[in-house]
Every structure is written in structure tokens, then in C-alpha cells.
């Protein structure tokens, strides 16, 4: 007996307080789905034609797990799309912010002095920007023609020269306590240079901390750009990311009608308690504090 479902239709009637439509299962018309069954034709591989796919309705009928959008779109292809934006995003903000707050907080902590307090202004000049104001006016500066492609380059070079500053400031700590270690103080009494010094005795022993706080900072980047595409200042169409497809609960009304369009929540929820429970675990194995 293969499982079925019933499809979700338009009852004909509309809310006496909204007059929105209101939707409600198809009881007379059951879809029965099956594995390994015939739909529309694609190729494999880019390159050998079939018609069989994974999962679906049996009788051929267009079979949508997660509901579609206002217009006839299916949730679960766009959620899938979307999440390669949206996690390319996070990984080249993330990329970005580490490799520069990693640089920028291990030489200002190691040599100290001018260099050190002059850096450390300016990375209390970045942190005091309210980001989120500043985020939303730097986004505007981009026109409406611009291709999507150039405002997500300018949407994740504005979240990377923002993020960077936190990571300095912990990487810069972890410095100061490191550079007067004695095997630190040997490297420099045998007249090793500082890139050797930085490169082999104090780089390796802040990855730690810096791989901990690269898992936990994606999260933080993904729901930032869900927020900024909620708004409409991240991912312009025909790109699509989570926050885009949060853009249709905009209204109470619509999601009292069509409560499915609420599935990118969904996925933003499982990506950042799986980036958060990867940064837990990274800690309690590698942080010897």
C-alpha cells in the first residue's frame, strides 16, 4: 500500500475578517506517492536523458513536499537553491573577516608599541559603527539595474569590512599572553625574524581559537543576510536566498492562509544549530581552557 497524501486547495471561501482565501486538504482526491517513479524528463549527470525520479506521486501529477510560493513555485527546490547563496554568503564573509582579523590581531599584538595602540583605535573606530544602519545605507548606494551578481559582490564586501574587527580584538589577546611565552623569547634571542615567529610559533597556537570562532560566526553571518533579504538589501532576483523567500510573510494575513511559505525559516534554524553544535564541539575537543 503506497502512502498518500492530500493536496492542499482553495476552499472557495475567504476569511470574514481578512477576506483572504482559505486553503484546506483535498479529501476527494488523494495523491498516492512511490519511489523510483516516471515525471518530467531531465539528465543525469548533465548528459544521460531520464524520467525517474527518487520520489513522487505515482500517477505523473506535479507533487510538491513543502507547498509552493504565490506563484506556483516549489518551496523545497527554491529552499535547496537558495541555500547554496545563502551558505556561499556566510563561507566567503567568514573567509574574509578571519583571514584579516587573524592578520590584523596577531601583528598588532606581537609588536606592540605604535603600531599596536594606532591599530587598536581604528578597530574601536570599526566596532563603534552601528552595523545595522550602516549596512542598510551602503546597500542603497548600489542602483535597482545594477546585476545581481555585482550587489551580492558589494553585500558581502560590506559585511566582511564590518566583521573583521571582533576577531582581531580576541586573536590580538590571545597574542599579548602568547609573545611572552619562554619558547617566544628563545625564537627572538636566536635572532629568529617576526613573520618566522608569527608564521610557526604564534599562529598555530591561536587556530584554535579561531576555528571555533569561524563556526560560530557563520551562523551569525546566515542570519544576518536572511534579515538584510527579509528587507530586500541582500539578494536581488533571479537570485534567490532564504531571506528573498521570507520576503512573502510579510503580511499576518498571508501566513494565516498559506503557513508553508514559513518553511525558510525552517532551514535557517537547522543551518545554525548545526554551525553552533559543530562550534560547541570544535571547543570542547581542541580549547585545552
Known amino acids: 500500500m503506497f502512502p498518500y497524501v492530500y493536496p492542499i486547495v482553495e476552499t472557495g471561501e ?4 481578512t477576506f483572504q482565501p482559505l486553503t484546506g486538504p483535498d479529501l476527494a482526491n488523494p495523491t498516492q506517492l512511490g519511489f523510483f517513479v516516471k515525471g518530467f524528463r531531465y539528465h543525469a549527470l548533465w548528459f544521460i536523458p531520464s524520467n525517474i525520479h527518487f520520489f513522487g506521486a505515482v500517477d505523473g501529477r506535479p507533487f510538491h513536499l513543502l507547498g509552493t ?46 603600531i599596536d595602540a594606532w591599530t587598536q583605535r581604528f578597530v574601536e573606530l570599526v566596532l563603534a559603527f552601528p552595523h545595522l544602519p550602516l549596512y542598510l545605507a551602503l546597500t542603497t548606494l548600489i542602483p535597482v539595474t545594477a546585476p545581481s551578481n555585482v550587489f551580492l559582490a558589494f553585500v558581502i564586501g560590506v559585511m566582511a569590512v564590518l566583521g573583521w574587527a571582533q576577531l ?14 619562554e619558547y617566544v623569547r628563545a625564537a627572538i634571542a636566536v635572532g629568529s625574524s617576526d613573520l618566522r615567529i608569527i608564521t610557526r610559533h604564534i599562529l598555530p597556537n591561536v587556530l584554535s581559537h579561531v576555528i571555533v570562532a569561524v563556526t560560530l560566526a557563520v551562523p551569525s553571518v546566515v542570519l544576518l543576510e536572511s534579515f538584510l533579504g527579509f528587507l530586500g538589501f541582500a539578494v536581488k532576483p533571479p537570485l534567490i536566498s532564504w531571506g528573498l523567500m521570507l520576503q512573502d510573510t510579510g503580511t499576518f494575513s498571508v501566513i494565516g492562509s498559506y503557513p508553508w511559505i514559513l518553511t525558510p525559516v525552517v532551514f535557517v534554524l537547522i543551518t545554525v544549530f548545526a554551525f553552533n553544535a559543530l562550534g560547541d564541539g570544535l571547543r570542547d575537543a581542541i580549547d585545552p581552557y
Open 14 to 17: 475567504f476569511d470574514p475578517i
Open 168 to 181: 582581531s580584538r580576541e586573536v590580538r589577546s590571545k597574542t599579548l599572553s602568547l609573545a611572552r611565552i
Open 69 to 114: 510560493d504565490k506563484f506556483g513555485r516549489d518551496i523545497l527546490s527554491r529552499g535547496i537553491i537558495g541555500s547554496r547563496i545563502s551558505l556561499m554568503i556566510a563561507l566567503i564573509v567568514v573567509t574574509l573577516t578571519t583571514t584579516v582579523g587573524t592578520m590584523v590581531g596577531i601583528t598588532s599584538g606581537y609588536l606592540g608599541g605604535r
